[in-house]
């Protein structure tokens, strides 16, 4: 099946390892160019030239996702070079696994800057190329913590996810006139660097944690031609840890 991503220039940030660089492997696999944004621009660098090994097309870029003027250099560089955004994964993101009593403010400022103001960073300044030429898909990594309160995780990044289930409801509204299409993906937990080992299979119907190849899955159906009449909608991909 053709899912019309031949050509498609796709931004994911935090593309260079874990569920970013799964996510890119699958959209390059069908013909998308591939911009690996990540604030670690050496390893993303090398995650480039592996994937060009296999045949791809992608680039790296560096990017700190809560600064504007990073984020603003990062989409430059490549409209300059490709003249268009096609497709924004806001995959970057980080977490922090303790009680609500040894969370810092420090820790909660943190993780809030790059999980939700680095999303809307990100999303405004594609936003304008991808009004320009009437299409485009933003996808955005939200989390089974922010729907459910976290297992293991801080107040701050529950809020940070959850907040990112509600600015992709806003930007599949201010997005809908001008062909955007704006959904979310909420994974339960998933075998990352960040998570391995702090969760037990039992806490799934499936009897496993996610791979973050299952995740990056539903980010290339999310960005393809099958869910052009999504948008607006957060995806569970929890393996049954949450049924609604």
Not at 219 to 236: E, M, P, W
Request: hydrophobic share 45%; with cysteine.
């Amino acid at each position: 099946m053709d899912l019309q991503l031949k050509g498609k220039v796709a931004i994911i940030t935090g593309g260079a390892d874990g569920i970013g660089f799964c996510a890119a492997q699958l959209l390059a696999a069908e013909g998308a160019i591939v911009v690996l944004a990540d604030i670690q621009e050496e390893r993303a660098t090398q995650a480039s030239a592996d994937l060009n090994a296999t045949g791809a097309q992608s680039i790296a870029v560096g990017v700190d996702v809560h600064d504007e003027a990073s984020v603003k250099h990062m989409v430059d560089t490549v409209v300059e070079r490709f003249g268009k955004v096609d497709i924004l994964v806001n995959n970057a993101g980080i977490g922090y696994f303790k009680t609500m009593d040894e969370e810092t403010m420090d820790e909660w400022h943190k993780v809030l800057d790059i999980n939700l103001t680095g999303v809307h960073l990100c999303t405004r300044e594609v936003f304008k190329y991808m009004k320009a030429q009437n299409s485009g898909r933003i996808v955005s990594i939200a989390s089974l913590g922010g729907q459910i309160g976290g297992m293991k995780v801080t107040p701050g990044y529950v809020a940070s996810k959850a907040g990112v289930v509600g600015l992709t409801k806003s930007y599949a509204r201010n997005g809908a006139k001008y062909g955007i299409t704006a959904n979310a993906v909420a994974p339960g937990p998933t075998e990352t660097n960040m998570a391995k080992g702090r969760y037990s299979a039992d806490t799934t119907m499936l009897g496993r944690l996610a791979e973050p190849m299952d995740v990056a899955k539903v980010i290339l159906f999310l960005s393809s031609t099958l869910a052009d009449y999504l948008t607006g909608v957060t995806v569970d991909v929890n393996g049954g840890a949450l049924m609604r």
